[in-house]
């Protein structure tokens, strides 16, 4: 118990340093240097968002999974790629801005495609309309994509498809969830897509804060494109 113990607080230690990158550059070598790691680091901190955000998905979607072309954005090592596999979707394209991250995937056989992007810097590297499901888990938070990414997402996403993504709802992220929330009404008032589930759960993942101890919570975001 004491060398599990150990081991998250390593965990911990190791993600709040990342907390004081502040450049770009520096944000992407953290992420290089956690790719071979990063599994079994979140497994510890008992990281739900990827289940979650594929069973969430998944219990809306009416289609042929096995036909049905998945865009993962910011899909890192491939969490929910193997999350979706296993219910049953199998076509997945794959974006990161970490190219360790994404070597790792490719390892993984998962991905038809893998692409290198910096998130927020400009549109996604796919084509406009061409995926029948979005994801975006983890990457929503403060100091990491900002808020207006969602609106390519809405882009990617073929009319009727489903955009899903997920944001933390702990202190440290309270202005950006209030953000990330009023851009997605904004979208919805402006005709771009349909709201159709949010679901906050409480205990999202351990959490990693030193001002936070148990658990913190997080919420999924499922949307419906409308025709064009």
């Not at 911990?12 to 790719?35: G, P, V």
């Not at 390519?152 to 992220?173: A, F, H, I, S, W």
Request: hydrophobic share 35%; with cysteine.
């Amino acid at each position: 118990m004491a060398a599990t113990t150990k081991t998250l607080e390593n965990v911990k230690a190791n993600i709040l340093s990342a907390h004081k990158s502040t450049t770009l550059a520096e944000k992407m070598d953290f992420y290089n240097s956690w790719a071979e790691n990063y599994d079994q680091d979140v497994a510890l901190l008992e990281y739900r968002a990827p289940s979650l955000a594929a069973n969430c998905v998944s219990s809306h979607f009416s289609g042929d999974r096995g036909a049905a072309v998945v865009l993962d954005v910011a899909c890192g090592t491939g969490l929910v790629a193997k999350q979706m596999k296993r219910l049953g979707f199998g076509h997945f394209v794959g974006i990161d801005g970490s190219e360790a991250m994404l070597e790792s995937t490719r390892e993984s056989g998962l991905y038809q495609d893998l692409k290198q992007c910096m998130l927020g810097e400009g549109p996604l590297p796919v084509q406009c309309g061409s995926f029948d499901v979005v994801v975006i888990v983890g990457a929503l938070s403060n100091g990491q994509v900002p808020v207006g990414v969602v609106r390519e997402l809405c882009k990617c996403t073929k009319p009727g498809g489903y955009v899903c993504m997920t944001t933390r709802r702990n202190q440290d992220n309270v202005e950006y969830k209030e953000a990330l929330e009023r851009e997605l009404k904004q979208m919805e008032a402006d005709g771009l897509w349909t709201c159709v589930e949010v679901s906050e759960v409480e205990d999202w993942e351990r959490a990693v804060s030193e001002h936070e101890d148990g658990y913190i919570p997080g919420v999924v975001y499922l949307y419906k494109r409308l025709q064009l």
